[in-house]
């Protein structure tokens, strides 16, 4: 891998976003802000520092409602002590009242499946069950998000040893047009 190679992959990507996809993620935190929905931002490792980031942004410049439970260390590794990590996001989404106004966005390389990330599968799940809107940007094939997403990005895998810094970039990318669009 070199410099030339990188950003060729990081062009072919940009090039390959599915534009329908990203329609409906815009359109789908349009209709949040009009209903005056939070959103709730969900990550771990260098989506867990992205979703903190994007907090802002969607806040700031798209003028959304937004938090994630990551940024609060104390509740969190207090609730992972305590209730366990599958369970750490769904319980800050229930004592924050997360109601059928409200949407997840999921930040994630693999989407989450039943052996990782299972704490962001247990939040969608439980997002769904208050009828809430699930959002995705994801990578690989879009695991869990995906399939439970109401709207989902997924970032096409180029070259599988350089998935996760792509992911992550492309997370960045995509919330960054996203609240370009949205500015008031």
Same mark, same amino acid.
């Given at each position: ?87 750490? &996001? =769904? ?24 052996? =990782? ?37 997924? &970032? ?23 609240? =370009?669009?949205?500015?008031?």
């Amino acid at each position: 891998m070199n410099i030339n190679d990188y950003l060729a992959e990081t062009v072919q990507i940009a090039s390959s976003l599915d534009r329908g996809n990203l329609q409906n993620l815009l359109d789908g935190l349009a209709d949040l802000r009009k209903n005056k929905g939070r959103l709730f931002i969900i990550g771990v490792g260098g989506s867990a520092a992205n979703a903190s980031h994007a907090v802002n942004d969607f806040r700031k410049i798209a003028e959304i409602d937004a938090y994630t439970p990551l940024d609060n260390v104390s509740e969190l590794t207090a609730r992972i002590n305590d209730d366990g990590w599958d369970s750490c &996001i =769904t319980n800050t989404l229930r004592v924050s009242n997360f109601c059928s106004k409200d949407a997840v966005l999921t930040l994630s390389v693999g989407g989450g499946s039943e052996k =990782t990330s299972l704490n962001l599968v247990r939040a969608m799940e439980y997002a769904k069950t208050v009828n809430g809107k699930v959002f995705g940007i994801v990578s690989r094939d879009g695991g869990m998000t995906a399939k439970l997403a109401d709207a989902c990005v997924i &970032i096409p895998t180029i070259n599988k040893e350089t998935i996760t810094p792509h992911a992550e970039e492309f997370q960045a990318v995509v919330w960054h047009m996203l609240v =370009t669009m949205l500015r008031k």
